[in-house]
């Protein structure tokens, strides 16, 4: 009779590749609109009575009117109250226009600039990554 065969077992370590879900932080960028108010300084034309020579010959012979200022401060322009056209007793505007003189002054103003920056935030991003995993066979021989 024969001897009965014997199994032999014998353990195979495997592997098998299996894809996880994972997540992440990433950065990512958008962009805001700033506003900011800057103070800026700009220079003016006005006119004014310079001569006061001039100025005074006209003051007295223009002394019974009533709407005239000697030291007017709209000289030239079209709304002004105190010269022609619109104090029709006033010295006419070719002889202001001698006594004139144009200065500049200056103006503060605010300007207000706009501008776009990049600002981070963070978002989670989900990606499948590979795993390799080990298991134990045991196999007969």
Not at 40 to 55: E, F, N, S
Not at 103 to 114: G, H
Request: charged residues 25%.
């Amino acid at each position: 009779m024969k001897a009965a065969k014997r199994w032999r077992d014998t353990v195979e370590q495997r592997e098998r590749t299996v894809m996880v879900r994972m997540e992440r932080l990433v950065t990512k960028y958008k962009d805001v609109v700033k506003t900011k108010e800057v103070p800026q300084t700009r220079y003016v034309k006005k006119a004014i009575l310079g001569d006061p020579k001039k100025v005074a010959q006209l003051h007295v012979q223009y002394k019974g009117c009533g709407c005239y200022q000697a030291q007017c401060g709209c000289v030239g322009q079209s709304n002004c109250g105190c010269c022609q056209p619109a104090c029709n007793c006033a010295p006419p505007i070719d002889q202001l226009a001698r006594a004139i003189e144009y200065v500049e002054e200056p103006e503060e103003y605010t300007q207000t600039i706009q501008y776009v920056v990049k600002e981070p935030f963070y978002q989670t991003q989900a990606y499948d990554s590979p795993r390799t995993e080990y298991y134990n066979v045991t196999v007969q021989e």
